[in-house]
């Protein structure tokens, strides 16, 4: 950060209020108190869910951990970790970010994201964390990626390298959002590559996976697909919120 951006964050920080993203209120962080703790009361740790997937789990799925779904079709990554659900209380700041072009919610959102689900990462992971990337066209249109603008402020330790230029996407002009989980799984089939730079460095690597909306999993499947076939070891899925029901909208 350059001396320029310190000064102007501290006169911004005594100068200025600033408002809660969820709730609206002023006060000197981007989400404040009460909000925090509603958050860590709903947020998905609080749920068994499926340590692959990170669906909730059925009764009869609590001894494995494990959905039956995972179990009957292995995805290609290995461990997902949500903070909330779509449905939940940042689902409205998330749209902000994304739809309305306020990148001062990826801010906020970090700062979630770094309050109640940092403590459950393995903060001395070794490797690279990788933003879902949109494609050359999409970014275009919109200017940024989402994932990266709130992957890029999240605390992950120091020896997890963060890259936004790694993962490569196709552009694919139709939308996924009513279409089924097969039907999504066909359609994002070879989406994504390697940007042939960075192919030698990937292998025998730990790769987190940084995503903003988890829906069916197919994308963050596809991902995990190409990153193995390059010689990853292991996978990893952060998402910021998990749909509950995956016909809700779409992932990217």
């Known amino acids: 950060m350059s001396i320029f951006q310190n000064i102007f964050q501290t006169i911004h920080a005594h100068a200025l209020p600033t408002a809660c993203i969820v709730c609206g209120a002023f006060q000197d962080q981007q989400i404040c108190v009460e909000c925090i703790k ?17 669906s909730m789990l059925n009764h009869f799925e609590l001894t494995d951990h494990r959905c039956c779904e995972c179990a009957k079709n292995p995805p290609y990554f290995d461990e997902t970790y949500c903070l909330d659900r779509y449905e939940g209380r940042l689902q409205k700041c998330l749209h902000q970010l994304k739809y309305q072009g306020r990148l001062f919610y990826a801010s906020g959102l970090a700062l979630a994201w770094n309050t109640l689900a940092s403590a459950n990462q393995n903060m001395d992971l070794r490797g690279y964390l990788l933003p879902v990337p949109l494609s050359q066209t999409k970014l275009c249109l919109r200017g940024f990626n989402q994932s990266w603008e ?25 939308n996924q959002a009513t279409e089924t989980k097969a039907n999504r799984q066909r359609m994002i089939k070879d989406a994504f590559f390697i940007n042939p730079l960075y192919q030698k460095t990937l292998e025998g ?19 995990a697909r ?10 990893i899925n952060w998402v910021l919120l998990r749909t509950l029901y995956p016909s809700v909208r779409s992932e990217a």
């Open 38 to 54: 509603l958050l860590a009361n709903e947020q998905l740790s609080n749920y068994e869910c499926c340590r692959q997937c990170a």
């Open 150 to 174: 709130i992957a890029r402020k999240i605390d992950c330790g120091k020896f997890l390298q963060k890259n936004p230029h790694i993962l490569m996407r196709h552009h694919h002009a139709h």
């Open 205 to 223: 690597q730990t790769i987190v996976v940084f995503d903003d909306v988890m829906t069916s999993g197919a994308t963050l499947n596809e991902i």
């Open 226 to 235: 190409i990153l193995k076939d390059n010689g990853v070891s292991r996978v």
